[in-house]
């Protein structure tokens, strides 16, 4: 079993060229050999949007060696940081000075490691933890699984032609091009962006068929006017990452109807690899703001606080989520490599919502304090620790950004504060509002009042 | 206050730049501040300061500091 359908082909839009059939599947063996001679542990691939990185992610994924998906731009200490926990046998895709232990290009000296997991397959980091950054072990079934499911329910075929448009270290972005290659369709790595002019011309050159976007991608959409009329050959788009205001989604699904395309909107989390739920395109209108059922092999059930399952519909509950793409669970440190699957295949997600009578699930919260950040899940507890030097911070979910109420902070200090969690978290500083406050508003507990802070955004 | 110095103002102040960065000479994703999210508020912040509205073509075109500044007097700001 392989990600690489025989069909599958990569474009590079830097060069323009096409890379597929058996020179693909060649330069993939190649890579895969070069890593089987590396140490025992984790592979680090800092995975950008070009092909010497995919070829290498490909390559782990055929070798059967673990491989850990981490941003290009992360800083240097953070990566330190797990490094020192993991001992990755090698870290791929870095120029830098390297850390203590390693050689002049990256390999683990001491040649003892702890063994991975036979099916291990893939590590991405939980979008949003704080100083301690966690892993997601996903096996090699999970990933081959999920992306047979995405696959299916958006009719992905040898046909299609999907531009990188999120990063591969993002579950997200790693689902759009696993689905891809494993159908046989075309991923054209382009790294710039819906902002920029060389993303739309490789659409327009390279007859994009379909767009991945979070949130923030809509936003952006609709505020450069996005026309599908202007590319005939896109007719899919593809929304997750957080939910997206339901008049987005309206309006989105308006124009791509209009020309004979879709939209559609889906819901997943990184423990899931990532997706669990996709509403069907013809269906988008009747179940507006609905997040879908489950995918084919996955189901849904929700429970009370008590952990008993909630069966009438309708009514709200934890989300529980069983299928064969859930992950094998966490993984802190390096002997966590060796670990087998702790979860059964059950997901308890910490959403909150309910099904309808057609089983299409609606998410209405969250149990714990889980903000989004250009679709990145960041926890509000840590980012109130993350300033608490620049005095008492109130951190609520604002849509797509966050907002932390500052107490009695000037604009300056507002300013500081925003940058130092933009640098500590790595996202970009226009996600964190931060706002001067005179006191927080307090329950009849004295904790403060998140729902009316909430109000005030 | 000239076009470039008011256009600095706002490149700093919309990706929150340190001293150290050159504006002038800066394009698209030279720095991590300037990526597409930063990109949004940055053309958002242009429209607010000189009073203007660009259109989708103008706003994937503005790959630097320069081509903002020829767009800006190609609407007559700052004159």
Redesign the interface.
């Known amino acids: 079993m392989t990600l690489l359908h025989a069909q599958a082909r990569l474009r590079d839009a830097a060069t323009g060229d096409l890379l597929g059939g058996a020179e693909l599947a060649g330069r993939v063996s190649e890579v895969a050999k070069e890593l089987a001679d590396l140490p025992s542990g984790v592979l680090f691939l800092r995975v950008g949007l070009d092909l010497t990185s995919v070829l290498r992610y490909l390559g782990a994924f055929e070798a059967g060696r673990a491989v850990a998906l981490l941003d290009p731009a992360q800083d240097r200490e953070v990566l330190d940081g797990l490094v020192s926990r993991f001992r990755p046998a090698a870290v791929l895709g870095i120029d830098d000075e390297p850390a203590p232990g390693y050689s002049q290009d990256w390999v683990r000296e001491d040649a003892d490691g702890v063994e991975q997991h036979p099916d291990l397959a893939v590590m991405l980091p939980t979008s949003g933890s704080t100083g301690n950054p966690k892993f997601v072990r996903l096996s090699r079934s999970a990933i081959l699984a999920n992306a047979d499911a995405i696959a299916e329910v958006l009719g992905i075929d040898s046909d299609e032609v999907a531009p990188t448009s999120l990063p591969l270290h993002y579950s997200y972005g790693m689902s759009v091009l696993n689905s891809h290659l494993r159908k046989g369709a075309t991923v054209l790595l382009e790294g710039s962006g819906v902002v920029a002019r060389p993303f739309w011309d490789a659409v327009t050159k390279y007859e994009v068929t379909s767009l991945a976007g979070v949130p923030y991608h809509y936003e952006m959409l609709r505020r450069l006017r996005f026309d599908p009329a202007k590319y005939p050959s896109l007719r899919t788009l593809t929304q997750a990452g957080g939910k997206l205001r339901t008049e987005l989604v309206s309006e989105f699904n308006d124009k791509m109807r209009a020309v004979g395309g879709q939209m559609f909107v889906m819901y997943g989390q990184t423990e899931a690899a990532p997706r669990m739920a996709t509403v069907p395109s013809d269906r988008l209108t009747e179940k507006l703001g609905s997040a879908g059922p489950a995918l084919p092999g996955g189901t849904f059930s929700i429970r009370d606080e008590d952990g008993n399952e909630i069966t009438e519909p309708g009514v709200a509950g934890e989300v529980v989520y069983r299928g064969p793409n859930v992950m094998m669970g966490y993984a802190e440190s390096e002997a966590e490599l060796a670990l087998g699957d702790e979860t059964g295949g059950v997901l308890v997600t910490g959403d909150l919502g309910y099904l309808d009578s057609d089983g299409f699930l609606y998410i209405t919260g969250r149990l714990k304090r889980i903000g989004k950040v250009f679709g990145n899940r960041v926890n509000l507890d840590d980012l109130e620790q993350i300033v608490k030097g620049y005095g008492a911070a109130a951190a609520v979910p604002a849509g797509d950004k966050v907002v932390v109420f500052l107490d009695r902070a000037d604009k300056d200090t507002c300013k500081q504060a925003a940058k130092t969690l933009s640098e500590t978290l790595h996202m970009h500083v226009t996600g964190f509002d931060v706002r001067p406050a005179e006191g927080f508003p307090q329950l009849p507990s004295g904790k403060i009042d998140y729902r009316s802070l909430e109000a005030q955004v | 206050m000239s076009l470039n110095d008011r256009l600095r103002g706002v490149f700093v102040d919309?990706?929150?730049l340190d001293d150290s960065v050159d504006v002038e000479n800066l394009k698209?994703?030279d720095i991590?501040?300037w990526?597409?999210?930063?990109?949004?508020?940055l053309?958002?912040a242009i429209e607010d300061e000189f009073d203007v509205q660009f259109e989708?073509e103008q706003?994937?075109?503005m790959?630097s500091f320069k081509v903002a500044v020829d767009m800006l007097k190609g609407f007559g700001a700052g004159e």
């Open positions: 919309a990706l929150q698209y994703r991590e501040e990526d597409s999210v930063g990109h949004m508020a053309v958002a989708t706003v994937i075109d790959s």
